[in-house]
């Protein structure tokens, strides 16, 4: 058992990076890793993840899933939240107002990107990108991700984030190595940074 772990660890490669807009570090920017070969694709990992409404606050504020991802919104503030999404491939969403500790659901079947917003307290805002690749991830608060396990082969790498133009990079993994990139989202000044 330990050698087919062994052979599958080196089978696959790793894709490591950071993430800035006009130099500053992006936290929360999303990344996606799309296969452009048959031998780099693997089916999407389909989960159930959780927005909290704490403190008039979505966290985390950005998240990214695979299409078919439940997204659970829970309200964890003392007062009511909203949940809606004026827009998005699906048409958008609206789950209504509720009290705390009740939560509230919405399936993702479509990708995209999604804007969640409160009707309560407009300053509430998330971003949701529902992917169909099994390789994303969001940039922690360095700016940097990490993608591990993938299986050898050319990739392009989506890095998006809400206020910049998104940026595409075609990359090679390669068995037992770690690819590192560093990743410039160039701002759109009419929407600032």
């Known amino acids: 058992m330990i050698w087919l772990l062994l052979v599958w660890l080196q089978a696959t490669g790793d894709v490591t990076g950071t993430v800035r807009t006009g130099g500053p570090i992006r936290q929360d920017a999303i990344i996606e890793l799309v296969a452009l070969e048959a031998g780099g694709t693997s089916e999407p990992v389909v989960d159930t993840l959780t927005i909290d409404q704490r403190d008039l606050s979505f966290l985390p504020r950005t998240i990214t899933a695979t299409v078919g991802t439940t997204i659970l919104f829970r309200n964890s503030d003392p007062i009511l939240h909203n949940v809606f999404s004026p827009a ?11 009290p705390r500790p009740a939560a509230r659901a919405h399936r993702f079947l479509e990708p995209g990107q999604w804007v969640v917003l409160c009707h309560v307290h407009p300053e509430m805002v998330a971003y949701i990108a529902i992917v169909a690749s099994r390789w994303h991830t969001t940039a922690d608060r360095d700016g940097r991700f990490a993608l591990t396990g993938v ?15 998104p940026v595409v990079r075609d990359i090679e993994v390669a068995s037992g190595r770690t690819t590192e990139t560093h990743l410039e989202l160039p701002t759109d000044r009419r929407r600032g940074t």
């Open 88 to 98: 998005g491939p699906d048409g958008g969403f609206d789950l209504g107002t509720y």
């Open 151 to 165: 299986p050898p082969g050319r990739y392009r790498l989506k890095a998006w984030f809400p206020r910049a133009t």
